[in-house]
């Protein structure tokens, strides 16, 4: 079964090719991400209409050279006739596309000009691929974004005739760590999700049944990483700035002290919720000083350590807790923050120490920010067990919440 899976929920243009064997073999043919981080950088953000603007340059260029390096693209095959009056090869289009196919591409994507300009000439040039199944991401994220995707999918199914299924962002950072890994006995599996719009923690008692244990109340931790990075004036995103800065000036994991401090948030709630905002204006307070911002670097590195670990803290403790009370089998890590070195580093330095039983998935740090592998995972167990959803009923759904 091969896959193609797209994913624009934010700020990434991310196109897979999955093939999936008859032996339930994981073969990715291409993970093609197109960054928009350039565009977002003056505002120390994503800007949603800028980012569908993004999308609809970018997915026709990057399913081209997902195709390319998945060996499938293959440009449209003419046939030859033999003019028998001339006696020469006559050239003449297959009739694989037709001006009514078209019309209706033209349909899907009356708000997608940019797409459509690329996409109708892309269609004409290159012959069908074989794919059986298109994955979308059809939310949570920006409405905007999501329904580039969404239309961009839509196009596609319709023209090529393929069936479609549609995606959550979440459960996609879950499920890109499991292509063959989670089995009956590894439930309840403890899920935690953080990212740029995101931080969850929710317990997966089954193949598709979910609870949710606990969200941020405020900001998420990857947006709190970002923004902490703006007040430091580092640039965007702010969670590999940090890390790189704090990496220079480990004084917390060395054992050293630092001169700055900063609350850990909720650390010793009895809920699983979570806060960051307040870490954010407590790293406002601190760095402007007698109204003027404290630049040194010195100043810069431990403060970008102590970020990094008021959030590492945070999010072991409550993960480590909801482990041991709900008799997790299984910890499952997801989402553009868990590519953070220290956290991974640090996270499993617990698990061993402090619950050994356990076992638990962390991505390749490839697959922690947005991409299209986590789409087509996901969307190939929801094939797997029948939930397509016609290519015509497909809708975003920015606020989609797990059940
Ligand atoms: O999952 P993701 O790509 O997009 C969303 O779904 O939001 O996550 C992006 C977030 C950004 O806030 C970025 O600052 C953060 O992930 N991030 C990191 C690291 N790499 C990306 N945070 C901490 N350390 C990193 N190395
Ligand atoms: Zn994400």
Redesign the pocket.
């Known amino acids: 079964m091969k896959i193609l899976a797209i994913e624009t929920?934010?700020?990434?243009t991310g196109i897979a090719i999955l093939e999936v064997t008859k032996t339930n073999d994981f073969n990715i043919l291409s993970n093609i991400v197109s960054s928009q981080i350039k565009i977002h950088k003056k505002y120390g953000g994503v800007h949603p209409m800028l980012a569908k603007r993004e999308h609809q340059k970018n997915l026709v260029p990057v399913l081209k050279k997902s195709l390319e390096e998945a060996k499938l693209l293959k440009i449209f095959n003419f046939q030859f006739s033999f003019d028998t009056r001339r006696r020469i090869p006559r050239r003449v289009l297959s009739n694989e596309f037709s001006n009514s196919k078209f019309s209706n591409i033209k349909k899907i994507l009356e708000r997608e000009p940019g797409l459509e300009k690329k996409l109708i000439p892309f269609l004409k040039k290159y012959r069908k691929p074989n794919f059986d199944l298109i994955a979308v991401t059809n939310g949570p994220?920006l409405e905007p974004c999501l329904w580039v995707g969404i239309n961009f999918a839509k196009a596609l199914a319709s023209y090529w005739n393929i069936p479609t299924v549609t995606v959550d962002?979440i459960k996609a950072?879950i499920f890109v760590n499991t292509t063959k890994q989670i089995e009956q006995k590894d439930f309840p599996v403890l899920c935690l999700?953080?990212?740029?719009?995101?931080t969850q923690l929710f317990l997966m008692k089954d193949f598709g049944k979910y609870e949710m244990l606990g969200e941020t109340r405020d900001d998420?931790?990857?947006?709190?990483?970002?923004k902490c990075?703006k007040i430091l004036g580092l640039g965007?995103?702010?969670?590999?700035?940090?890390?790189?800065l704090a990496d220079a000036r480990r004084p917390l994991a060395d054992g050293r002290r630092t001169s700055v401090k900063l609350p850990r948030p909720m650390i010793n709630t009895k809920d699983y919720d979570f806060s960051f905002s307040g870490l954010k204006t407590a790293v406002l307070y601190q760095t402007i000083k007698d109204g003027r911002k404290v630049k040194n670097k010195k100043y810069k590195e431990e403060m970008s350590a102590e970020i990094?670990q008021a959030?590492i803290d945070v999010l072991i403790k409550k993960t480590i807790k909801a482990s041991k009370n709900y008799n997790a089998k299984t910890i499952i890590l997801?989402?553009?923050?868990?590519?953070?070195?220290?956290?991974r580093k640090q996270f499993v330095e617990k698990i061993q120490r402090l619950i050994p039983n356990t076992k638990y998935l962390i991505p390749n740090?490839k697959y922690?920010?947005?991409?299209g592998l986590m789409v087509a995972v996901t969307g190939y167990f929801r094939a797997k067990q029948n939930k397509f959803t016609k290519w015509q009923k497909i809708k975003a759904e920015p606020n989609l919440r797990i059940k």
């Open positions: 929920s934010c700020d990434d994220g962002h950072h999700i953080v990212s740029g719009g995101h998420a931790a990857g947006e709190c990483f970002d990075a965007y995103p702010g969670g590999p700035i940090i890390s790189k990094q959030i997801g989402g553009g923050v868990i590519a953070n070195k220290e956290l740090t922690c920010t947005d991409n």
